[in-house]
């Protein structure tokens, strides 16, 4: 059974830099078949796609994230990372990652609450 666990550090004040760990158990972050994304929702809206990174570890980024945001991976712990930097209020949210195997985003976190505030 695959499962993605997230962790990060709750609360952040604003300008620092935000890091999150997403921990893969039952399946390989290599597996070509599949690609690691992070997702996060802000409260009152829709789910937000922030970038993704590949079996092969090339990363992309959304348009509006990119400048701020670093997805990364170590292979020997199965693990896929988050680093935001520059933070603000309006980047309090849940953030989820999740796996996508073709177009569908088959296994999720269960998400880790993010708040910015001094």
């Known amino acids: 059974q695959v499962q993605l666990q997230e962790s990060g550090p709750g609360l952040v004040k604003p300008a620092q830099t935000l890091s999150l760990t997403c921990t893969v158990s039952g399946g390989s972050i290599t597996d070509s078949v599949y690609a690691w994304n992070w997702i996060r929702q802000s409260p009152g809206k829709g789910l937000e796609w922030m970038g993704v990174i590949n079996y092969d570890g090339s990363a992309y980024y959304a348009p509006s994230l990119k400048s701020r945001t670093s997805i990364s991976r170590d292979n020997a712990k199965n693990t896929v990372y988050l680093q935001m930097n520059s933070l603000r209020p309006e980047d309090t949210a849940v953030y989820y990652c999740?796996?996508?195997?073709?177009?569908?985003?088959?296994?999720w976190g269960q998400g880790t609450q993010v708040t910015v505030s001094s």
């Open positions: 999740a796996r996508r195997r073709s177009y569908e985003y088959d296994y």
